[in-house]
């Protein structure tokens, strides 16, 4: 089992960035897919971003593709998203998650392992 600590959210304005890491604990780090969801008040959690373990393959969810990037370092078992022009509408506790697997999706049940969450705030 891998555990997953999610830091850097915050407050931020319409327009700016805000860059979240989360760590994993585990010698396997480089076998997980990673993905990251949001949960806004009120809403069902929503998928984000993921990013294999492999090579590097990403995907991202239609609302956030082209803002936001996720990549990692297999090194410091971290993943990172990136997250650029932020929009009010971006305000949600963000999450990471993993699998032990290759490949890569972004549904909720497919990942494993969670971590407790970051609050980005985005003001208008």
């Known amino acids: 089992q891998v555990q997953l600590v999610e830091s850097g959210g915050g407050l931020v304005q319409a327009g700016g960035s805000l860059r979240l890491s989360c760590a994993a604990s585990?010698?396997?780090?480089?076998?997980?897919?990673m993905g990251w969801f949001r949960q806004a008040p009120g809403k069902e959690r929503e998928f984000v971003a993921v990013i294999a373990g492999s090579d590097g393959t990403t995907y991202y969810a239609d609302s956030v593709r082209g803002r936001f990037t996720t990549s990692r370092d297999n090194a410091k078992n971290t993943v990172y998203l990136q997250m650029n022009s932020l929009k009010p509408e971006d305000t949600a506790v963000y999450y990471c998650?993993?699998?032990?697997?290759?490949?890569?999706?972004?549904?909720?049940?497919?990942?494993?392992?969670w971590g407790q969450g970051t609050q980005v705030t985005v003001s208008s």
């Open positions: 998650a993993a699998r032990l697997s290759y490949s890569i999706s972004d549904s909720e049940s497919w990942f494993s392992n």
């Open positions: 585990g010698r396997t780090f480089s076998r997980y897919a």
